[in-house]
């Protein structure tokens, strides 16, 4: 299923194409797919280029992406485990270089987590990305340290049958994409919106 965002100005195919299902095939993904996925992710931006980012990926009938589904709630777990392909997304917390603190180490982890859903959805895939789990559970399960912390999960695989989802999800399924107008969110000026808002 493609369900194509309405614009109010052009934007590129995949961001306009990317959405966040819960129907998902048992097809398996194959590997040079899920090895371009995640080559994207690479290529992200990151503060002194760190790349922070790290990926536990499971694939279905694995012990990894056994554990991985454990840790989430059981809503997300009723959609999710059609899904071939469970990733734990990490970020490191600390710089490599000096150990110091680095500030943007979810904000970067963020941006590759962003660079892998547009290239799922050039290889034909589609992908959801998952906070309702227990990041502690995974962060012991898969034995980090506190250098580390576990961010969110992401979904990936083939679309699959819609109507095979309980009903409350098939409305989600099924409801047009909506955003906020981005005039309501983006300032030219002082950040005063509830006063006297100054926008493009």
Known sequence: MIKKTKTT????NLVEQRWSNRAFSPQ??????????????????????????????????????????????????KWASNANVLILNIA????????????????DLGQAVAFMALETVNQGLFSHQMTGFDPVKAATDFGLDDGFKVVSVIAIGYYGDAKELPTDM???????????????????????????????
């Open 28 to 77: 398996i993904v194959e590997t040079e797919k899920l090895n371009s996925i995640l080559e994207a992710a690479t290529w992200a931006p990151s503060a002194f280029n760190e790349q922070p980012w790290r990926f536990i990926v499971g694939q279905k009938g694995s012990e990894t992406y056994s554990k991985i589904l454990n840790t989430l709630v059981e809503w997300n777990q």
């Open 9 to 12: 100005y052009p934007i590129n």
């Open 92 to 107: 490191k917390k600390n710089f490599s270089k000096n150990d110091n603190f680095n500030p943007t180490f979810e904000y």
């Open 170 to 200: 098939l409305e989600s399924e099924t409801a047009i994409r909506e955003r906020k107008d981005f005039k309501s969110l983006v300032l030219n000026g002082d950040f005063d919106i509830l006063e006297n808002p100054t926008l493009f």
